[in-house]
């Protein structure tokens, strides 16, 4: 008899446990399934490698310790690695012809925590070239398609990891987030993701782009199951300078409190009814300006009435370096990325060019053969910042806006728990519409590069859709450490609507 596992993608993580421990279905057909759905849908040019063997001695190895009765909450459980996570058996990328043949002789610390959960991985996912961009049309192996509608992009960085989570070709995803790579494509796609505080989750064997604001983090259907990821991803690790030790904060699963957290604030009208009383939640002013979309006001307008519904208040506030941010970010993250993608010169890493005449020749031709547009203005950028008398006047003001923005958020923080705002001013545009503009691309990013600079955690969360069948994201932003709080509020959103749950028709 053929068993019918036919909506195995509809369902959250905890159904998939579920669904495993009573062995209605094994981790080696669970992987078999979404491999299958990977396989089948390519044209989405979500993943990069797929390896069915790798996955299906993974996903044996899962059922043996299902089987030892030794697991994890996410024992057995598929997910895909954005390509720029190295991994000793999948080739990794990182988008660039740079890097079209390289395997890693280890693996990520993110990958190694995961893996040891238990979870199997589906392969790799494409996305901008070293995480350089905000529609993924930055991959040199070609755009990703956005589920919701193929002639538009899934956004970026993580445009992969978005795509082949709303099109459910795999339950859960890892991605990464300097200036929004996590929040952007979420939102784009109609899928939930948290970047968490900078330093929690490890950077090590993650492919850096700008190492002071690069950071992992889960995307998955709901909070629910990002708080089950995040567990298992987050942690220090002595492999990574910037690694924050483990707080107590950390020590009971966020997964276990996503409850309870609010129960927890003991005013006298929390309630089922009303779990977030008191609860107040900062609206930034300088968030619903100028360039945002009025239907994406609309929406994230309701997703605040509903929060209120469930008890919380809101508070003005303010974040008046919010433009600035714009500015700042594209000069340090260019300055950090032409320091860190100076490792590519032909000679430790990559491609190398074919013939060459001398040292100098040689490098400067593997690096103009490999490396994109995108990746080559950045380094341009970020050399010129950082060159004697141009540093005091771009990089060293810079650094020094950025403390001021991070004051902004602290000083919000005075006011309220939570910041809530859109993720970007536009749902997902049409493929080529802002490639020949980098400001135009430039410009989308701008409520979502604050909370980077300022290095606290942020998440997207689906609130809504646009005229053109677009998913519109919610962001909301915590204090540093305040992760567990931020998904229990998001938890408690997603109990009460249901934007999250759906998923785009051609992938029912
Ligand atoms: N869109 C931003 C950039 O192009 C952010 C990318 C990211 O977070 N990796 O740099």
Known sequence: MTRDFSSLHHQSLTQLRAALDTKKISALELAEYFLVRAETNTDLNAFLHIDRDLTLAEAR??????????????TGIPIAHKDIFVTQQWRTTA??????????????????????????CLGKLNCDEFAMGSSNENSAFGAVKNPW??????????????????????????????GGSLRQPAAMCGITAIKPTYGTVSRYGMVAFASSLDQGGPMAKSAEDCALLLDAMIGFDAKDSTSVATLDKYKTPISARLLTA???????????????????????????????????AQAVDAALAEFEKLGAVRVEISL????????????????????????????????????????????????????????????????????????????????????????????????????MGPVAPTTAWKMGEKSNDPVAMYLEDIYTLGVSLAGLPGMSVPCGFGHNGMPIGLQIMGNYFEEARMLAAAHQYQLATDWHTRSPEAFQ
Do not use: W
Not at 61 to 74: H, K, R, V
Not at 151 to 173: D, F, Y
Not at 274 to 293: K, M, N, T, W
């Open 262 to 296: 609010f129960a927890l604030t003991s005013r006298a009208d929390a309630s089922v009814s009303r779990p977030l009383a008191g609860v107040r939640i900062g609206v930034p002013q300088e968030f619903f300006g100028e360039g945002l979309s009025s239907e994406i």
């Open 61 to 74: 190895a899962a059922d043996a310790q299902i089987a030892s009765g030794n697991i994890t909450a996410l």
């Open 320 to 419: 008046p370096r919010t433009s600035l941010s714009i500015p700042v970010y594209y000069v340090i993250a260019p300055a950090e990325a032409s320091s860190n993608l100076s490792r590519f010169d032909g000679v430790r890493y990559g491609h190398r060019a074919a013939e060459y005449k001398n040292l100098a020749d040689m490098i400067g031709k593997s690096r103009a053969e490999g490396l994109g547009a995108e990746v080559k203005r950045r380094i341009l950028v970020g050399a010129y910042v950082l060159s004697h008398g141009y540093y005091d006047a771009y990089y060293l003001q810079a650094q020094k806006v950025r403390r001021l923005i991070s004051q902004d958020f602290q000083e919000a923080f005075k006011k309220c728990d939570f910041i």
């Open 95 to 120: 988008g660039s012809r740079m890097l079209e043949n390289y395997v890693s002789p280890f693996d990520a610390t993110v990958v190694e925590k995961l893996k040891t959960a238990g979870m199997v």
């Open 149 to 178: 509608d193929r002639s538009r992009i899934p956004g970026g960085s993580s445009g992969g990891s978005a795509a082949a989570v709303a099109a459910g070709l795999a339950p859960a995803a890892t991605g990464t987030d300097t």
